[in-house]
């Protein structure tokens, strides 16, 4: 068993995504492969996550991606979110249980912010925010389906309070 992590490298002159293993820091990786003179633009750390066994976590993660490999290298034809998916589920298998794992999966949860569906959430908070505090809190209610009346607005901005928390902070 050899702790390191599983690394997810982007790079903005390439279509694919880098999915592999390392006993360094990911970002040592990353420039490593950067300085290459094939290479034109740097490569940038996607995801990481540390893990116990990363030889053995990469390799269930390459088989399970293998329809995605472009021609038996470890770049891969996959959207960035399905490929965090795939990864994160994996290596849960390949992590001890520790505060430290618990605080980064939470750093990990506020780097997935920059996703398209993160994104979509935060707006979607903020509009329920704005429409709110623009006295349209009535309104609000009604769509989430709450009470008319103080009770209904105070409910709705609890409601909507509780899931931007949940859903930043879980």
């Known amino acids: 068993m ?5 690394y997810i490298l982007r790079n903005p002159a390439f279509e694919y995504l880098k999915i592999g293993q390392t006993s360094r820091s990911p970002d040592e990786r990353a420039a ?9 633009m740097a490569f ?7 893990v116990e066994d990363c030889l053995s976590a990469e390799k269930e993660i390459q ?13 891969f034809d996959i959207p960035l979110t399905e490929a965090i998916e795939i990864v994160a589920a994996i290596s849960k298998k390949y992590q001890r249980a ?6 980064s999966e939470r750093r990990q949860k ?7 569906q993160s994104r979509a959430m935060i707006i979607w908070f903020f509009f ?6 623009a006295g349209m809190g009535e309104w609000v209610a009604a769509i989430l389906g709450f009470e008319e009346g103080t009770a209904g607005t105070i409910a709705a901005i609890v409601y909507c ?5 949940h859903w930043f902070f879980r």
């Open 128 to 133: 329920l925010g704005l429409l709110l505090f």
């Open 110 to 116: 506020k780097e997935e912010l920059s996703s398209g």
């Open 63 to 75: 088989k399970k991606l293998h329809q995605f490999r472009i021609r038996g290298k470890e770049f």
């Open 44 to 50: 940038t750390v996607a995801y990481k996550v540390k």
């Open 98 to 103: 520790t505060p430290e794992k618990e605080a």
């Open 161 to 165: 309070s509780f899931l931007a928390y």
């Open 2 to 6: 050899k702790e390191g992590y599983i």
């Open 32 to 40: 490593e492969l950067s300085r290459e003179t094939g290479v034109p």
